[in-house]
């Protein structure tokens, strides 16, 4: 009888070394409960393809940048009623992803507009999407250093390559001089070949005078809002009241 430590060697080679994590377990579970051959297999085939499974989402979290704790599960709909909460579920579904389509979260600080936006970024990774989420601003900082080192095109790339971008917080704090044609470039190059989700506290009608060039503007809202869904978000800042319990508290 062959002893699981030496099958180490070999499970490595094939490189199915996860299935040495349960092995020991399975082996007694197949014993106690008279598991046939095929089924002992099929239980460590079952559970190598879960690991990998994990593997791959656990990257795509950490790539992505996606907070884990900021989920659908996570999101507290009671809080705000007036949140369309059917909207949401569909959101959260990711067909506009596959759709190729953006969808433009607005509504004043504390209202939960990034939290649904890494709740989106998270569902889309469990059904193996690649995202990525950055602060609006720090991508317009990157790509402006793209262009003092002659890297631009290069990093305009990691903007356009995954399934969904998630972009937090525009219009939060001022553009760099280079900020509206980046953005357009952004906006451009993956109009209908990624979807954007974009978050902000300025309603839509505001964008023309943060990013400042009117042409640019345009032509960028213009791509950016074609078919996108808007998900306006109302109510009370779930951090403002928070900070005021706190101190009723104390």
């Excluded at 959101?91 to 649904?116: D, M, P, S």
């Excluded at 390559?161 to 993956?190: N, S």
């Amino acid at each position: 009888m062959i002893a699981s430590h030496e099958l180490a060697p070999h499970l490595k080679r094939l490189r199915l070394s996860g299935i040495l994590d349960s092995l020991d377990v399975r082996n007694q579970q197949a014993i106690a409960e008279q598991w046939t051959y095929v089924d002992f297999l099929s239980r460590l085939v079952i559970d190598e393809v879960e690991r990998r499974a994990q593997r791959q989402l656990d990257l795509r979290l950490r790539r992505g940048h996606i907070d884990t704790t900021k989920t659908l599960e996570t999101f507290d709909f009671t809080f705000n009623p007036a949140i369309p909460r059917q909207l949401v579920f569909d959101l959260a579904t990711c067909e506009f992803v596959r759709q190729r389509r953006n969808c433009l979260i607005c509504g004043q600080t504390g209202v939960g507009k990034t939290h649904l936006a890494q709740a989106f970024s998270h569902q889309a990774a469990r059904q193996g999407l690649d995202v990525l989420f950055v602060p609006a601003h720090r991508m317009l900082m990157h790509l402006a250093g793209g262009r003092a080192d002659g890297t631009y095109d290069r990093r305009l790339g990691q903007y356009l390559k995954p399934h969904l971008l998630v972009l937090d917080d525009f219009g939060l704090k001022a553009l760099p001089p280079t900020g509206p044609e980046d953005l357009y470039d952004v906006i451009d190059g993956r109009y209908e070949k990624g979807s954007i989700v974009l978050t902000s506290n300025r309603a839509p009608a505001e964008w023309i005078e943060v990013l400042g060039n009117v042409l640019l503007a345009n032509a960028a809202i213009d791509r950016l809002a074609d078919r996108a869904h808007v998900l306006n978000l109302t109510g009370r800042s779930f951090r403002l009241t928070r900070s005021s319990s706190d101190k009723e508290a104390s």
